[in-house]
């Protein structure tokens, strides 16, 4: 058993805190808001007074904040400061990669242990204890954090040095936003040249075109019933998620003077995007853009 403290207990952090109880660890949980403190106790998470309350008798400490500025800060004003010499901070926030590995300096000079553990899978997947976790650490730090990655995920892959998790996962999701708007491109030009969605869906997902953004994220109702298309969009992995993520893909791009033409543009599209209705709406719904634009 691992005394944990969870820092962050939202939409993913709740249920990720919960699935550690789960495990027989012992948590204790801190956020600021109190809805989400009323529902950890509610779900049975002992809830400290403090983030430094929290962190202050813990093994390991993880943190999943809306962003970057909220980590650094929150280790910089007082969870460094509270926690015994070689704490593990395991943080799964969403963040840049500079932002990463700033709190993996600040984490070592405090004298302490860093990974970066960012997740992809989503609200379902936290709850199911199914997430991926892409880790960036040392060795031995990853070892130490992957029981606790292991009652919270499916796939948990060590992905390098710090920093390196945030990197697989901008990466990962700069993929899918560009096949996502290619797959809404093809099948827009498919109705146009009179095609059925069935016999685009037939051919693509079964050729070489073939990807996550058609074979589970169809954007056209039909074909994959479970896919958000079905139930007029509802996410799924909202539009201002994946916004943000390419906001922190652009972040990368430009701070290391990558040709990422595509990665450029799909950033633009789905800013446009989230900036309307599409903030709310999952992302496949960019399709409704591509179809209406002149
Ligand atoms: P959320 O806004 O629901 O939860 C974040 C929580 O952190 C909030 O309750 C907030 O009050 C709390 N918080 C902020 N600063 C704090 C502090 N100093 N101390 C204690 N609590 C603090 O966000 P979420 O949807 O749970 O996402 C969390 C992270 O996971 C984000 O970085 C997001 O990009 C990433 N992520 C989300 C999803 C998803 O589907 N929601 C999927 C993958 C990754």
């Known amino acids: 058993m691992t005394r944990v403290a969870f820092l962050g207990l939202g939409h993913m952090g709740l249920p990720m805190a919960v699935n550690l109880v789960k495990a027989g660890h012992e948590v204790h949980g801190f956020d600021l808001v109190p809805a989400a403190i009323n529902a950890a106790t509610a779900a049975g998470i002992p809830i400290a007074s403090s983030g ?15 962003a970057g500025r909220h980590v650094i800060a929150a280790y910089q004003d007082e969870l460094l400061a509270a926690a015994k010499p070689g704490t593990l901070f ?41 997430l991926a976790f892409m880790v960036g650490g040392s060795d031995a730090d990853f070892a130490a954090a992957l029981p606790l990655l292991e009652a919270m995920g499916k796939r948990i892959v060590h992905c390098g040095g710090p920093g390196l998790g945030q990197a697989a996962k901008v990466c990962n999701n700069m993929v899918l936003a560009i096949s996502q708007i290619a797959v809404a491109e093809a099948f827009v030009l498919g109705e146009r040249l009179g095609l059925e969605h ?20 169809c954007p056209v109702p039909g074909p994959v019933p ?53 903030g709310h709406r999952d992302f496949s719904g960019i399709i409704t853009d591509i179809r209406d634009a002149d």
């Open 198 to 217: 069935q016999a685009l869906f037939d051919v693509v997902s079964q050729a070489s075109g073939q990807c996550w953004a058609i074979t589970t994220n």
């Open 52 to 66: 430094a309350d929290a962190v202050a008798e813990a093994d390991v400490v993880i943190t999943m904040f809306p």
């Open 90 to 130: 395991i943080e799964s926030s969403t963040i840049a990669v500079d932002e990463a590995r700033t709190a993996h300096e600040l984490a070592i000079a405090a004298g302490h242990r860093n990974v970066d553990a960012p997740v992809s899978g989503g609200v379902v997947g936290a709850e199911n204890g199914t």
């Open 226 to 278: 479970t896919s958000p298309a079905n139930r007029d969009y509802q996410p799924g992995f909202a539009g201002a998620l994946m916004a943000k993520d390419l906001g922190l893909a652009l972040q990368a791009i430009e701070g290391t003077g990558t040709d990422a033409k595509m990665g450029r543009l799909a950033q633009e599209l789905y800013a446009a995007f989230a900036a309307g209705e599409g």
